[in-house]
C-alpha cells in the first residue's frame, strides 16, 4: 500500500526525515529513484488517485444537525447589528443613539465613542501576516470606505437590535472620493510586497526590446477584469463570550489558528487565553481567511455588555469589509519568431487596493512560468480607492491574471494561424524560467493530450464562425490552467488506541471542500484501518496550531502533519514489536516491518510473521502511542517549482441576436500530485469551474460613481449561476507521483478549477462569434454591442 | 433584515377586510404572496401600519371558465397556473411566463394578482395580460368594477385600486379558433427580472390574415406598455418577414427604457425588437398549429 | 403580538409573536431548528427552503403568523433522530451533493416537492426546479445526481454509481 512503501523509500533514504529524503531526491531523479524501487512506484501508483469515500460529516449535514456559528446560542446572549457608514471618505462629527437606546430591549451602542480601546491596536505596527488587513474597530472616527462598520447596536433580540440600528443617526463631514477602477488610474504606486511575499513585485528577463525587435508577429490588448465579491453561501457569524480574561468566539474563519493568534494580538493578550472554534463553515472563498473588522467587534461589545454576543453580517453588509476580488487592468505583449516560439512577452497590471491598507492582485506572476520565453517583464501597479480593502479571492490573481494571459496566448495563435493547442505545446516550459529552476513535477502534457481526446479537440475547425446550432453559434476554446503548490505550518497529534482506532487532533476547519474527510482518510492509509477507525478531533483551537484553508494548501500543510505525525506513531510500533520478545517480530530488522490492510504488522520478506497493532499494544502496558508534529516546509522549495497543471476545454453556444451565452461543455484535466479522495476531489474541481463560468459571464461588483456605495450588494442583483445556468461540467485527474512536494504527496485543487477556464470560455466564444471580449463579465449587451 | 412593526389582520371574509381597509386607509397594505411586500418591508421601502392577508378569504383561489372569459382568482399562484390544463391549453403563453417568474419556490407563494397590483413594469404578468387584453375585477365596500388593463396602471407602484379595495380576480376573453400566444423575456441569469420581455397574442383566420394581436412589453416603460403601432402594423394583414419586421420596429422605437445595469437604451430597444419578432413567429406558430 | 400555532415537523408548537417576526427566526431562534439557513435575506439563495404545508416556501420572505394554523416541515423532519436518512439525505451524502453543507437543508426541501409532483425528472427538470437555490461550492452537478438517485431509490429502483464518473 502506498503509504507503506513511502515508509520503505523514507528508511531507505537512510533517516526517518524529510530533509535527508529531499538530498537523497536532489541527487538522483525521481524517475532514478523509481527505477530503483519499482515496487513502491507501482504500488504509489495504485493509490494516486484515492478512494472516493464519501464525507464524514455528510450525514450531520444531510440531517441539519451541523452546527455552524450563527446557530450557537448562549444563555442571556445579546444581538449585535451593525450600522454602516454611508459616505465613502470622511469623518463622523455625530452619532446619536438616543431613539436607538429607547427600543425596548436595545442595551446598548458601541461605537468609536464608548468602545473599549484595544491594546495590541497599532497601525503604524504592521501584522506578522502579510494578508492580515487593517481593521476598522471603532477606535477613531474616519471613514474608508462605503458600508463601513461605525456602530452596532446590541438587544436581547434580533429584530429589536434592527430597529435600533435603523433609528442611530450619524453626521458626517465627508471629503472627495477616490474611486476605483478603471476610473483613478492617474494615482498609481508601486505595492511593497505580494501577498505571497516570495514573489516579487517586478520581474524582468533577458531584454524585452530585443526579443520584441526580433519577433515577426506581435500583439498588444489591454484585458479588463471587475471587481469581485467572495459571496459564501454563509454570511460571517460569529459569537463571543468573555469568562474573566478568558474569550471563547464561535466563528466563522477559514483559519482558526490565525484568528486566535490575530484577535490575541489586537487585544493585547496572550493567545492561550483566546479558543477560536468553527464547528462547520460555509464556504469562504477567501473572504473568511483574513481575520475582519467584524470579528473583534462581537468580543468589543461583548466586553462592553458583559454578555456574550451574536454578530451575523446581513449579505449587503458582505460588500466591503469582508474582502473583495480587485478589479484590474492588464496590458499584454507578445512577441513570437517564426517558428511560434515566444521571443517576448509583457504583462503590466494595474490592481487596485484601499486608501488605509494594502493588497495588492498578484496578476502577473504566472506569466512568469507559465511559457518558455528568454525575453519577459512582468510589472505591478495598484491605485488607492475608497472601497473595503481587496482580500484573496479563489485563485487570487491567478484567476484574472490568467485570463488575460490565456486570451492572449490564444489571440497570438490566431494570429499565426496555429492551432491553440499545438501553440501551447510549442512554447512549453520544461523548467520554471522565472526561478531557473527543475519543476518538482509537471505533467501538463498528458493533461493536454486527454483533455483533448475526450474532449474532442481535433473536431474544432480552425476557422471562427463556422459551427452552428440552430439560432446559435458554436464555439470551442480552450486554455492552460496552473496553481503554485502552496504550504503552510501545521501541527498534528496522532494517537493510536489499544483498541486499534486512531485519534487525530489538530485545529483545523473544514470550510466545505472536505478537510475533515481528507484528514481520517490520511491518517486511516497509514495505519492500513478504515476511515471510520479514525477519529479527527479538530474546528478548534485547543488542538495543535494548523495552517489556513486558503490557497488551495491545507491538503498540504494539515495532510502533512498528519501524514508525518501517523509515521511516527508507526515508526514507534514498529519498534515496539521488534524490542518485544513476546512479538512474533521480535528482533526482526525495522526495515523489515511494514503495515497491512487491517492495521497488521508483518515482516515484508515472511508475510506469515506479524501480529495486529492492537494485541502489540495491549501486551506492552495497553497504553496509547502517540506523536504531534509540527511539519512545515523544507528546503525543497529552494530547489523546485512546485505547481499543479491543467488543461480546460470549453464548449460555448451564442445567440448572436440576444446576446446569450450558454456553456453548453466544460472539461479539465488535473494533474495534481496524490488526489487523497477521488470524489471530494472532482467535486472541488467542478466548482472551480462553476466559479470560472460566474466570472466569464456574471460577477461584477457595481460601484455608484458618487459615493463608491456597491449598487448591487445583494444576491439578486449580483449574478452567480444557478443550477439552471449550468450545463455539462466534467474534470478527470491524470495520476502524478510527486515526492518532492510534500510528505502528503499533494498539490492543491481548491483554485486551479477557477484560473484558465475562465479564458477557455473566453477563448470559445471568440471561436463561436470571431469576436475577442476582453472585459469581463462578457454579458449579453456586449455581446451585442 | 427584519422589517418595522406593524399590526397583522388576517380577514375571512372580503367585508372584513374592507372594514380594516376603511379603518387605516393609506397605511394598509394587502399581503397576497406576500414575495414583493415583504422584501420591500425588510428593506425599509415600505413600512405599513397594518398588513391585511387575504389569505383566509375564501373563493380567490380558483382558475374557472364561465362562457367567452376565463377567471383567475386573485390568490391563484403561478405554480397553480403552472398546472392548469385547460388555461395552459387556450393560452399557451402562460406555460413560457411561470417558468420565467423567479423560480420554484417564489412561484409556490406569489400570486397573479399580486404581480399585477404591485403596478411595477418589470413585473411579466402585465404584459401578457396587455396581450391578452385581459380585464381586473375590483371589489370595494360599495361594489366591484369592471377595469380593462390599459386602464388599470397609474405610475411607479400605483393602480386603479383605491386605498378601501381589494383585487380579486382577472377576467380574460377566450380566444377565437387559431389564436396563439408566446412571452419570452431576457434576462442576464435564471430567475432574474426581464431586461426586455414581448407578449404577444394573434390570431390568424384561414386566409393567412392576422384578426387579432396583442402585444405588450416588460420592463421597457416607466409603465407596462401595450405596442399598439406594433398591434396595427398586423391586423388586416398577412404574417410576413415584412410585417413582423415593421412591428419589431415600432416597438422597438416606441418603448422608452431606462438605462441600469440590465444595459443602456439602445441596447434595450435592440433587445425589445429582436424579442418582438421571435414572439410573434412563435405566436403565429401555435395560431395555426 | 400574535398568539400563533404552528405544527413544525409534526409537532404543535404555540407561541406569541411579533407580526414582523419571520417564519425562518421562528424556526431557528424559537424553536431551535438550526438546520434551516439564512443565506441572503432576499429571497435569492433558498437556503432557508422549508415545506408550508406540503409547498416549498422561502422561510425569509414569509412571516411567522402567515404560517399560523399550518404545517412546516424543516430539514429535522426528513428523518427521525438516529433513524435512516431518506432517500435524498442519502442521495446527497453519497454523491458528494454537499460541500460545506450551508445550501443543503433547502436543496433537499425544495427536491422533496420537485419529487412529490414529478417521481422520474429529468436532470434538465432538476436544473429548473432548484434553480431558486444557490451553491457556491458543488459545481451543481453532483446536486442534480444525488436527486436523480433519491428519485430512483423513491421508485424502488436501483440508482446509478455514486462513483465519480467521468466523460
Redesign the interface.
Known amino acids: 500500500m502506498w503509504v507503506a512503501s513511502r515508509e520503505l523509500a523514507t528508511r531507505w533514504c537512510v533517516a526517518n526525515s524529510r530533509q535527508a529524503l529531499s538530498l537523497v531526491l536532489d541527487k538522483i531523479s525521481t524517475l532514478v529513484w523509481c527505477l530503483i524501487q519499482p515496487m513502491t512506484f507501482k504500488n504509489m501508483a495504485k493509490k494516486l488517485l484515492g478512494d ?1 469515500i ?2 464524514v ?12 456559528s ?2 450557537i ?1 448562549r444563555p442571556g446572549m445579546l444581538h449585535g447589528v451593525l450600522v454602516m457608514s454611508t459616505i465613502a471618505n470622511g469623518k463622523i462629527t455625530a452619532i446619536d443613539t438616543a431613539d436607538a437606546l429607547k427600543v425596548p430591549g436595545v442595551v446598548n451602542v458601541m461605537s468609536h465613542q464608548n468602545a473599549p480601546k484595544l491594546a495590541g491596536m497599532d497601525k503604524n505596527k504592521p501584522s506578522e501576516i502579510a494578508t492580515d488587513r487593517v481593521l476598522h474597530v471603532f477606535q477613531d472616527d474616519l471613514v474608508h470606505y462605503n458600508n463601513q462598520p461605525i456602530a452596532m447596536v446590541l438587544a436581547e ?3 429589536q437590535a434592527t430597529e435600533g440600528a435603523s433609528l442611530v443617526r450619524v453626521t458626517y463631514q465627508t471629503q472627495p472620493v477616490k474611486l476605483p477602477l478603471p476610473a483613478g488610474k492617474a494615482d498609481m504606486s508601486t505595492p511593497k510586497q505580494m501577498p505571497r511575499v516570495d514573489d516579487q513585485v517586478d520581474t524582468k528577463r533577458g531584454d524585452l526590446a530585443a526579443g520584441l525587435a526580433a519577433a515577426i508577429n506581435r500583439m498588444e490588448e489591454t484585458y479588463t477584469t471587475p471587481t469581485m465579491n467572495h ?5 460571517h457569524a460569529l459569537l463571543a463570550y468573555w469568562e474573566g480574561d478568558k474569550l471563547t468566539m464561535y466563528n466563522a474563519t477559514q483559519g482558526i489558528s490565525g484568528c486566535q493568534k490575530r484577535v490575541a494580538e489586537i487585544f493585547g493578550m496572550p493567545k492561550e487565553n483566546v479558543r477560536v472554534i468553527t464547528q ?4 469562504g ?1 477567501g473572504s473568511k481567511g483574513t481575520t475582519f473588522s467584524h470579528v473583534m467587534l462581537a468580543p468589543m461589545a461583548a466586553k462592553l455588555t458583559g454578555k456574550p454576543v451574536r454578530l ?1 453580517l ?2 449587503e453588509q458582505m460588500f466591503g469589509m469582508v474582502g473583495n476580488r480587485s478589479a484590474t487592468v492588464q496590458r499584454l505583449n507578445l512577441a513570437t519568431g517564426k517558428d511560434g516560439k515566444l521571443l517576448a512577452t509583457a504583462h503590466h497590471s494595474i490592481t487596485q487596493t484601499s486608501d488605509f491598507d494594502e493588497f495588492a492582485e498578484p496578476a502577473g506572476t504566472i506569466t512568469r512560468m507559465l511559457y518558455a520565453c528568454p525575453n519577459l517583464d512582468t510589472t505591478h501597479k495598484f491605485i488607492r480607492a475608497n472601497i473595503g480593502t481587496p482580500a484573496p479571492m479563489r485563485a487570487p490573481g491567478e484567476a484574472p491574471g490568467v485570463f488575460a494571459l490565456e486570451s492572449a496566448i490564444d489571440e497570438m495563435a490566431a494570429q499565426l494561424r496555429m492551432d491553440p493547442l499545438a501553440f501551447r505545446l510549442a512554447n512549453y516550459a520544461e523548467t520554471d524560467p522565472n526561478k531557473d529552476k527543475p519543476f518538482s513535477s509537471k505533467s501538463l502534457r498528458e493533461c493536454y493530450r486527454q483533455g483533448a481526446e ?1 474532449f474532442g479537440w481535433s473536431k474544432r475547425p480552425a476557422q471562427p464562425r463556422s459551427l452552428k446550432n440552430g439560432n446559435y453559434l458554436r464555439g470551442m476554446g480552450m486554455a492552460t490552467t496552473v496553481y503554485p503548490m502552496n504550504r503552510g505550518e501545521s501541527t498534528a497529534l496522532v494517537r493510536l488506541k489499544p483498541d486499534g482506532t486512531v485519534q487525530v487532533e489538530t485545529a483545523t476547519q473544514d ?4 478537510t475533515f474527510t481528507i484528514m481520517t482518510q490520511i491518517a486511516a492509509e497509514v495505519f492500513g484501518l478504515s476511515p471510520d477507525q479514525v477519529t479527527l478531533s479538530a474546528g478548534d483551537s485547543i488542538y495543535p496550531t494548523s495552517s489556513v484553508s486558503g490557497g488551495s494548501r491545507n491538503t498540504a500543510s494539515t495532510g502533512s502533519a498528519v501524514t508525518q505525525a501517523a509515521q511516527e506513531v508507526l515508526k514507534k510500533a514498529r519498534q515496539m514489536a521488534l524490542k518485544d520478545p513476546k512479538s512474533p517480530l521480535f528482533n526482526v530488522a525495522e526495515a523489515e516491518i511494514v503495515v497491512q490492510k487491517g492495521g497488521q504488522l508483518q515482516q515484508k520478506s515472511n508475510p506469515k510473521v506479524g501480529e495486529a497493532l492492537t494485541s502489540l499494544l495491549k501486551r506492552n502496558g495497553n497504553k496509547p502511542l502517540e506523536a504531534t508534529v509540527q511539519s512545515k516546509q523544507g528546503d525543497e522549495k529552494g530547489k523546485y517549482s512546485m505547481n499543479a497543471f491543467g488543461a480546460v476545454f470549453a464548449e460555448v453556444e451564442v445567440d448572436e441576436l440576444l446576446g446569450e451565452v450558454r456553456v453548453t461543455r466544460l ?1 479539465g484535466s488535473f494533474a495534481a500530485g496524490r488526489i487523497v479522495n ?3 476531489a ?3 474541481v ?5 466559479w470560472a463560468v460566474s466570472m466569464a459571464l456574471h460577477e461584477k461588483t457595481v460601484f455608484d460613481p458618487r459615493n463608491n456605495r456597491v449598487m448591487n450588494a ?3 442583483e449580483y449574478h ?1 449561476p ?3 445556468d ?1 450545463q455539462e ?2 474534470g ?1 485527474f491524470i495520476e502524478e507521483a510527486d515526492d518532492i512536494v510534500n510528505p502528503a504527496g499533494v498539490k492543491g485543487i481548491g483554485e486551479i478549477g477557477v484560473v484558465g477556464t475562465v479564458s477557455a470560455i473566453a477563448n470559445a466564444i471568440y471561436h463561436a462569434t470571431g469576436r475577442r471580449f476582453r472585459d469581463l463579465p462578457i454579458t449579453v449587451d456586449k455581446v451585442l454591442a | ?8 389582520e ?1 380577514p375571512t371574509s372580503l367585508d372584513e377586510a374592507f372594514t380594516l381597509l376603511r379603518k387605516y386607509g393609506d397605511e394598509a397594505k394587502i ?1 397576497s404572496g ?2 414583493s411586500l ?2 420591500m ?2 428593506l425599509r421601502f415600505a413600512s405599513p401600519e397594518c ?1 391585511i ?1 387575504i ?1 383566509n378569504i375564501p373563493g380567490l383561489s380558483d382558475i374557472t371558465r364561465e362562457g367567452d372569459i376565463m377567471k383567475i382568482g386573485a390568490l391563484v399562484r403561478e ?1 397553480q397556473v403552472e398546472h392548469a390544463a385547460e388555461l395552459l391549453e387556450h393560452f399557451p403563453i402562460f406555460a413560457d411566463v411561470t ?1 420565467l417568474i ?5 412561484r ?2 406569489g400570486t397573479v394578482g399580486g404581480n399585477l397590483a404591485h403596478g411595477d413594469a418589470a413585473n411579466d404578468h402585465p404584459a401578457v395580460m396587455m396581450a391578452l387584453r385581459a380585464s381586473v375585477v375590483i371589489a370595494g365596500a360599495d361594489g366591484t368594477r369592471v377595469v380593462p388593463i390599459d386602464e388599470f396602471f397609474f405610475g411607479f407602484y400605483s393602480t386603479a385600486i383605491q386605498p378601501d379595495e381589494i383585487l380579486t380576480e382577472i377576467q380574460i376573453p377566450m380566444p377565437s379558433p387559431y389564436t396563439g400566444s408566446a412571452y419570452h423575456k431576457l434576462e442576464r441569469k ?2 432574474d427580472y426581464a431586461t426586455a420581455g414581448v407578449a404577444v397574442q394573434l390570431t390568424i383566420d384561414a386566409n393567412g390574415i392576422c384578426t387579432y394581436a396583442g402585444i405588450g412589453l416588460t420592463n421597457v416603460n416607466p409603465l407596462p406598455m401595450r405596442a399598439a403601432r406594433s398591434e396595427e402594423a398586423l391586423v388586416g394583414k398577412k404574417i410576413t418577414d415584412e410585417t413582423i419586421a415593421e412591428a419589431a420596429r415600432y416597438a422597438s422605437d416606441d418603448c422608452n427604457p431606462s438605462a441600469d445595469l440590465r444595459g443602456d437604451v439602445e441596447y434595450k430597444r435592440a433587445m425589445v425588437g429582436v424579442l418582438t419578432k421571435r414572439m410573434i413567429h412563435k405566436a403565429a406558430q401555435r395560431a395555426v398549429a | 403580538m ?1 398568539q400563533i400555532t404552528v405544527t413544525v415537523n409534526g409537532q404543535p408548537h404555540s407561541a406569541e409573536v ?5 417564519l425562518v ?1 421562528l424556526i ?2 424559537n424553536l ?16 432557508c ?1 422549508v415545506l408550508l404545508d406540503g ?4 422561510s425569509c ?3 411567522a ?2 404560517a ?1 394554523g399550518k404545517s412546516v416541515s ?3 423532519g ?2 427521525a ?1 438516529g433513524a435512516a ?1 431518506n432517500p435524498l ?2 442521495g ?3 454523491n ?1 451533493g ?8 433547502g436543496m ?1 426541501m ?1 427536491a422533496t ?2 419529487l412529490e409532483h414529478n417521481p422520474d425528472p429529468t436532470e434538465d427538470e ?19 445526481k444525488a436527486i436523480l438517485y433519491a428519485g430512483a431509490k423513491m421508485r424502488g429502483e436501483e440508482p446509478a454509481s455514486t ?2 464518473q ?2
Not at chain 2, 433584515?1 to 397583522?8: H, K, V
Request: charge should be positive.
Open positions: 472516493p464519501n464525507r460529516d455528510g450525514a450531520l449535514k444531510a440531517t441539519g444537525r451541523a452546527r455552524y450563527a446557530d446560542k433580540t434580533l429584530e459571496n459564501a453561501l454563509e454570511p462547520f463553515l460555509g464556504g472563498f451575523v446581513k449579505r475526450r470550510l466545505g471542500t472536505g472539461l477521488l470524489k471530494t472532482r467535486s472541488q467542478l466548482g472551480g469551474m462553476v445583494n444576491l439578486a452567480v444557478v443550477n439552471a449550468i461540467i466534467d478527470f | 433584515m427584519i422589517a418595522a412593526d406593524f399590526n397583522y388576517a399581503l406576500g414575495h415583504i422584501p418591508m425588510k398588513i392577508d389569505n405554480a417558468k423567479a423560480d420554484p419556490q417564489v409556490n407563494m435564471v430567475g | 400574535k411579533e407580526p414582523r417576526l419571520l427566526h431557528r431562534e431551535n431548528l438550526t438546520g434551516t439557513h439564512i443565506g441572503c435575506d432576499t429571497s435569492s439563495c433558498g437556503a427552503t409547498k416549498s416556501v422561502k420572505t414569509v412571516l403568523v402567515q399560523n424543516t430539514v429535522e426528513l428523518c433522530p436518512l439525505q442519502e446527497f451524502k453519497e458528494h454537499l460541500h460545506c453543507g450551508f445550501c443543503t437543508p433537499m425544495r416537492e420537485l432538476i436544473r429548473w426546479g432548484i434553480s431558486g437555490n444557490l451553491c457556491r461550492c458543488t459545481g451543481y452537478n453532483n446536486i442534480v462513483e465519480p467521468f466523460v
